[in-house]
């Protein structure tokens, strides 16, 4: 298997296939730089999530903490609908948001544009050899560690090995090394400002989608970026497909801005939830992203004038001392309205479908028109 015709990465035979990472259009990341051995101390289980379990460990003399990627359903990501085992249709999409795809992407786009203070630093990817895996497992075999599915149904299906390679090995467990930071038990005001600083320039960077929320922010910082969107990316781009009619790019426009709300809508409803549980104390968070006209239309039942967003992340304006430009939005209908009007962590607005070698969006619910 060559790390670019596959759905996921194959055994490396020498330095020269660990290739930079995703294999398409878009931020790359490059490996980690192993110096003379390639042995991983684990040191500590530190946690997991959907996407990942994540160790404390040494490699050579430095600690690190190390994301070690599930092979999770193809459900858990925006695939293609319907549903399929075709390895090269997956690839086309899994390259832009398959969860490994997604982080290398992010911190591709960081590190090439001089803005790795945006988030906790990142070394690079790294194939995790069979030695490694083998007593990392060995290691932690009370955990009974899975790394096919996700958090809550781990181990339903086999996903790592549906595509073996030529001598029937399952590929390699793929990780991010980052830096080893802590989580932060006690974000204050400052924090909070600073974190919302982070996430507008993430934005003004093309990096959205961000899953803003308390146990992200990490020494703080943003630490996970297993479902951002980082443009040019087939759910906000046209440039990628010429074939797209004016309705689909209208689609595409709309999720790319709901999208980009709800980062802001998930950072208020954490100060929210944050300023909860201190309610007993006086010192409670008094940072914003939006105005609560709109993120509280619900309760109000009362539309806010216009919506908006921080930031157009589609103009890729960068990181600049100008204050950042506001999108406003303005929806053709009450339907796309009342999306709007309600929070949700991820859009749902759009399925993909795979055509004539293209990526093309389709409104959820209009099958078949
Ligand atoms: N650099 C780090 N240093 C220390 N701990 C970390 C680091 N990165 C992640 N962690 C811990 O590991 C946990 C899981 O990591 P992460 O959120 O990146 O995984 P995920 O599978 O993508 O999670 P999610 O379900 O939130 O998408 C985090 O909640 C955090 O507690």
Known sequence: MSPDSTMYPGWPKSAADL????????????????HRSQKIEFLEY????????????????????????????????????????????????????????????AYGHLQETGHENLAIK????????????????????????????????????????????????????????????????????????????????????????LDVAHRQVISGKLSDFSTAITIPHFQ?????????????????????????????????????????????????IEVYALPDTQTRYVLRNKPPTRFYTLVDPRKGEGVTKEPPVKWYYDPDDDRLAGILSYKSDFSTFNEWVYKDKCIFPRKRGLHGK
């Open 19 to 34: 290739v930079p990472l995703p294999q398409c259009k878009g931020p790359q990341l490059k490996p980690f730089k192993f």
């Open 46 to 105: 530190i946690g997991e999530g959907s996407h990942a379990h994540v160790f404390k460990v040494r490699i050579q003399e430095s600690v690190y903490a190390l994301k070690l990627f599930r092979f999770v359903y193809d459900r858990d990501w925006t695939g293609p609908t319907p549903e399929t085992d075709d390895a090269a249709v997956l690839t086309k999409f899994a390259n832009y948001s398959e969860p490994f795809n997604c982080e290398c992407r």
């Open 122 to 209: 990142c070394f690079g990817y790294l194939l995790l050899s069979e030695g490694n895996e083998k007593s990392m497992m060995n290691q932690f075999d009370d955990l009974h560690l899975k790394f096919n599915g996700n958090m809550n149904e781990a181990g339903l299906e086999p996903v790592r090995s549906r595509f073996l390679d030529e001598n029937g090995r399952v590929p390699p467990i793929r990780g991010i090394v980052k830096e080893f930071g802590q989580r932060d038990e006690n974000l204050t005001t400052v924090g909070a400002r600073k974190l919302l600083s982070d996430i507008i320039n993430l934005h003004r960077l093309g990096i959205i989608n």
């Open 236 to 284: 906000t781009s046209p440039e990628l497909n010429p074939n797209l009619s004016h309705d689909q790019i209208s689609a595409m426009e709309f999720e790319t801005f709901q999208l980009s709300s709800n980062d802001y809508w998930c950072f208020d409803e954490m100060i929210e939830e944050i300023n909860w549980d201190k309610r007993q104390k006086k010192k409670k």
